[in-house]
């Protein structure tokens, strides 16, 4: 008698068509698997975060059950997906989410000959729904530590006590504990939890990666941009591709923006999120005309962006930057180009960065002096420099981070908790 192919649930809050990082870092986990002998099915939501309407045509979902669930076939992969929306209502988002754990638990339990569950946070509460799927199922459980939670409501939203912060700190000690394996992105989130387990070899780091097959440097006669939007030029071209939103701290840029007002360097921000209103307002107030405000472009658009600009800046606030590493990272380094990064001393993005010689980082904590780095950065730095930096970091993409090492450590971990 043939033995039957292990079975991996993936239950993620995102996934392909969604797009956002962690949908395509777990869109190349689940193919990992699936060339790996895996039989791989994903439990998700309907696309909701960066819902591009390409995308959705590339792989269309066909409701179930009148509405109540839907599924699609990312590239031979089942893909079974909840409905969620952006609500606008607190009520209404609360409920949502409440819907989708209850339905998250029944699709779970309605799987059979499930091996091993596969989840990243957030929410918290994913790690312990596959925990009961797991045991009425027999399955292993790995949870995915993308951020730290509660440590990041903590620090976002000041509390530091109360029942919610008790609920959910026992809750986190909880997931880890009972999971079979944890794994997390890097040292620093590693020494963060570590003594919150009963027993720290369940705790592994593996990094996050990149596509190097999509992210690569490019020629200039490659870039395929449009030129009213991208025009070619001679000033230094600062670039953010990604979220406008409370990750990042906008001020410094803008600050630095009006004081280079007078020289040949350009900023694009490309993105949406609930900061774009304040820094396209500031723009206008402010006369930046060499900053220029774009919406979200294609994923396919990104190493084209990427070799137009110079330079990428990513700016952490000091409410998100302990608690979460962007992914996008990988991806600038991947197509060969250096980084600008304001971030506290020992944050996972200064950490992994002061490794790498392809980043000017700046940590320190006062305004005036911040700003003031970023504008001698900026002016004393040649296309020719920057460029040399790119190369360094494209070099450590290739040797550790590319997307054929990393994802065959996710299968090398679930293969050996599963034999």
Known sequence: ??????KILIHSIVFSPDGVSTAYLYNDIALAFKQKGYEVVVLTTTPHYNVLEEE???????????????????????????????????????????YWHILSLILGLAQKNIS???????????????????????????????????????????????????????????VYNKSDAVTTIDQIFYNTIAERFNDRRKLHIIPNFVDTSLYRPLAKEEILLDSTLFRVSNTLKV?????????????????????LKDEPIEFYIIGEGVMKDHVIEQKRVNGLNKVHILPYQPR?????????ADLQFIFMSKEMEGHGFPSKVYTIMACAKPLIVCSGEKTPIINFLKEQHCAKLITTRDFSEKVNEIVLFLKNSSK????????AGYEEIKKKYSKEVVTADYVGLIDKILN
Do not use: C
Request: glycine letters at 10%; zero cysteines.
């Open 116 to 174: 091993a569950i596969l989840s990243p946070s957030p929410p918290l509460t994913i790690g312990f729904i596959n925990l009961v799927i797991g045991k009425v199922k027999g399955a292993k459980v790995v949870y995915n530590v993308q951020e730290i939670y509660p440590d990041f409501l903590i620090e976002q939203g000041g509390l530091k006590s109360g029942t919610i912060i008790s609920i959910l700190k026992w809750l986190e000690k909880f």
């Open 384 to 391: 020719e420099s920057l460029q040399t930096l790119g190369n």
């Open 1 to 6: 008698m043939m033995r039957r192919s292990p």
């Open 300 to 308: 396919e658009s990104m190493p084209h962006l990427l070799a137009f």
């Open 239 to 259: 670039m953010y591709a990604g979220n406008i939103g409370h990750a990042q701290d906008w001020e410094p840029l803008l600050s630095a923006a009006i004081l």
């Open 56 to 98: 959705l045509a590339k792989q269309p979902m066909t409701k179930k059950l009148g509405g109540l669930y839907y599924t699609s076939s990312f590239k031979g992969i089942k893909v079974i997906h909840i409905p969620q929306k952006k609500f606008g209502s607190t009520v209404l988002r609360i409920l949502g989410f409440v």
